[in-house]
């Protein structure tokens, strides 16, 4: 949203503010050793109104505090808000007028460059895409950027594209020959990520493509588009129209404004570009009311409170340290067309360890290393003599030789069942690496030591509600729990040893089969199988590949 201010402003080329966040994941969790035991300028001044002390100091409105708030009513607010928001009637929209005050209240008073802008907003929108076209069945992305700070946006989220998976092509006719977007496009061909010429494009973009990257124009943008712009341009309506289904033809992604789109008024006379993605940078502009496509995101996680606070801007939270969110709901799905077409390196007999539990270790370790979120969750299988199989995520809490160990209510659903039945499965997921471990085999309880010992190491909260929870019994409501938990709060203030109790301890489960899971292309999945074997008096595990 910064269209009309780097026409009339130097920039230089400095990414330095970029650095923090993408060192965000140089360490990985410490997970493994715990499991294994080895002031504004006066001529914008004149045209602002008076505004709070926090504009251009520190204050946080109270609005936005209680959304960035981790307490309790921060989170009732965030919910209540997005659930408001799920409406995109809800939302504000911005007037062309009105987005061009906040470009320039961004990049005066506020203190943001074009380039840092920029970079913010390219990452919204390759984060978008990847959000819904995911890069193993929409890989081939043309970015048709046009020669202002949207056809910027467009080339720095090819950039991010790359690295994300995707192999983008660049349309650039129209060179902005000022440092910053020379040096996006040297960024680009550092990458071998190839520029196309309009006559190098292929007559039929639906054959070469699977997604085209709509950033020519912006909301600054006036009149009618000019050569070779009004041909790419017709050339993307025609392609719609002659597949209104959109069955074969790639998916268009428009970066703010569908280009050629009236600003305030939209597509006008019903025959422009109709996206099938917008991407509102900041927050959406007026037109964004006429987009009828499945996925309307928005993207630019950069908006400060006074800015928030002066237009009244109602924009739906961001997720977790996510970059874009989606506006409105989710659109229906065929659940029955659901599917991914997973792209992983071969998983080969003759790379595997010969012992299953090492293996097991490398790619939890790996698991880790990648920053998956609790990548210890496993789901736990069980049943009682019944034969009735119940299932239940806990927490991998320590695995070695002997098996791998776990903690919870002896007087619990699975308790019982494994009072009566002691063989169990755990089944281990990591989906961003295509990846599945299974284990099978018996349980026993660890000893009472072993319990104590893992209990005291717990938060002393965890403590409290562990003597709290009669676990799978029923409870006459939320406030119960509260209560108990808040004197027993209190009865335990200052003891420094708070007493395990008897129902709570551990199990080891002593694995007698191990199966290896990798995804691959066609539903062709590897699948390598541990099995215990005698072999001159000594077990060993013999590795067999099951049919996928």
């Known amino acids: 949203m910064w269209r009309s201010i780097l026409r009339n402003k130097t920039t230089t080329t400095t990414t330095t503010a970029m650095t923090c966040f993408f060192l965000a994941q140089?360490?990985?969790?410490?997970?493994?050793?715990?499991?294994?035991?080895?002031?504004?300028?006066?001529?914008?001044?004149?045209?602002?109104?008076?505004?709070?002390?926090?504009?251009?100091?520190?204050?946080?409105?109270?609005?936005?505090?209680?959304?960035?708030?981790?307490?309790?009513?921060?989170?009732?607010?965030?919910?209540e808000r997005s659930e408001s928001l799920a409406d995109p009637?809800?939302?504000?929209?911005?007037?062309?007028?009105?987005a061009a005050e906040v470009d320039e209240n961004l990049m005066g008073p506020l203190g943001f460059s074009v380039d840092q802008l920029?970079?913010?907003?390219?990452?919204?929108?390759?984060?978008?895409?990847?959000?819904?076209?995911?890069?193993?069945?929409?890989?081939?992305?043309?970015?048709?950027?046009?020669?202002?700070?949207?056809?910027?946006?467009?080339?720095?989220?090819?950039r991010h594209l790359f690295h994300f998976g995707y192999k983008p092509y660049i349309c650039y006719p129209k060179r902005t020959p000022k440092p910053l977007y020379t040096g996006l496009v040297t960024q680009l061909e550092s990458l071998r990520v190839p520029f196309l010429s309009v006559e190098d494009l292929p007559s039929d973009l639906s054959t070469e493509f699977d997604i085209l990257l709509d950033a020519v124009f912006g909301f600054s943008f006036h009149g009618t588009a000019r050569p070779p712009f009004d041909d790419i341009i017709r050339r993307l309506v025609g392609m719609r129209k002659s597949?209104?289904?959109?069955?074969?033809?790639?998916?268009?992604?428009?970066?703010d404004i569908p280009s050629g789109w009236h600003v305030e008024e939209g597509d006008v006379d019903g025959e422009g570009i109709k996206p099938d993605m917008l991407v509102s940078l900041t927050a959406p502009k007026l037109c964004a009311k006429?987009?009828?496509?499945?996925?309307?995101?928005?993207?630019?996680?950069?908006?400060?409170?006074?800015?928030?606070?002066?237009?009244?801007?109602?924009?739906?939270?961001?997720?977790?340290?996510?970059?874009?969110?989606?506006?409105?709901?989710?659109?229906?799905?065929?659940?029955?067309?659901?599917?991914?077409?997973?792209?992983?390196?071969?998983?080969?007999?003759?790379?595997?360890?010969?012992?299953?539990?090492?293996?097991?270790?490398?790619?939890?370790?790996?698991?880790?290393?990648?920053?998956?979120?609790?990548?210890?969750?496993?789901?736990?299988?069980?049943?009682?003599?019944?034969?009735?199989?119940?299932?239940?995520?806990v927490l991998l809490k320590g695995v070695d030789e002997d098996g791998f160990v776990w903690y919870t209510n002896y007087e619990s659903r699975k308790a019982r069942d494994l009072s009566e039945n002691p063989w169990a499965s755990l089944l281990f997921y990591w989906e961003s690496l295509n990846r599945q471990v299974r284990v099978e085999g018996s349980v026993e309880k660890v000893s009472n030591e072993?319990?104590?010992?893992?209990f005291h190491s717990r938060p002393h909260g965890s403590q409290i509600g562990a003597?709290?929870?009669?676990?799978?019994?029923?409870?006459?409501?939320?406030?119960?729990?509260?209560?108990?938990?808040?004197?027993?709060?209190?009865?335990?203030?200052?003891?420094?040893?708070?007493?395990?109790?008897?129902?709570?301890?551990?199990?080891?489960?002593?694995?007698?089969?191990?199966?290896?899971?990798?995804?691959?292309?066609?539903?062709?999945?590897?699948?390598?199988?541990y099995c215990p074997q005698e072999v001159d008096g000594r077990r060993v595990w013999r590795i067999v590949r099951l049919a996928p």
């Not at 009637?89 to 009105?98: A, F, G, I, K, P």
């Not at 978008?128 to 950027?145: F, G, H, N, W």
């Not at 202002?148 to 467009?154: A, M, Y």
């Not at 970059?323 to 991914?340: H, L």
């Open 243 to 255: 597949d209104p289904t959109n069955k074969k033809s790639p998916v268009i992604v428009s970066v």
């Open 118 to 158: 920029m970079e913010l907003a390219g990452l919204s929108v390759a984060t978008s895409i990847a959000e819904v076209y995911k890069a193993s069945e929409y890989k081939r992305v043309l970015a048709i950027c046009g020669p202002g700070n949207n056809g910027g946006d467009g080339l720095v989220a090819a």
């Open 290 to 393: 006429q987009f009828r496509g499945p996925h309307h995101f928005l993207g630019g996680r950069f908006v400060p409170p006074p800015i928030a606070e002066r237009y009244n801007l109602r924009l739906p939270p961001y997720p977790g340290t996510s970059m874009c969110v989606r506006i409105g709901k989710v659109p229906q799905v065929d659940i029955s067309s659901m599917r991914e077409n997973y792209i992983s390196p071969e998983f080969r007999e003759e790379e595997v360890e010969a012992d299953p539990m090492k293996q097991f270790r490398k790619w939890f370790e790996e698991a880790v290393t990648a920053g998956l979120r609790e990548p210890n969750a496993m789901a736990l299988s069980t049943a009682g003599k019944d034969g009735k199989p119940s299932s239940r995520m």
């Open 467 to 529: 003597i709290v929870s009669n676990q799978s019994s029923i409870v006459p409501g939320r406030q119960v729990l509260h209560q108990q938990y808040k004197e027993l709060e209190e009865k335990f203030s200052d003891v420094n040893l708070i007493p395990k109790p008897k129902h709570w301890g551990g199990y080891r489960l002593k694995p007698e089969l191990f199966e290896f899971w990798q995804g691959q292309q066609s539903r062709l999945h590897d699948r390598l199988q």
């Open 26 to 79: 140089s360490h990985p969790p410490l997970i493994c050793s715990a499991l294994f035991k080895p002031s504004p300028p006066l001529s914008l001044r004149r045209h602002l109104p008076p505004l709070s002390a926090g504009f251009w100091g520190t204050g946080w409105g109270p609005a936005i505090r209680s959304f960035c708030s981790g307490s309790g009513s921060g989170r009732r607010a965030m919910a």
């Open 89 to 98: 009637s809800s939302v504000s929209y911005l007037t062309q007028r009105e």
């Open 450 to 454: 072993e319990s104590e010992l893992y």
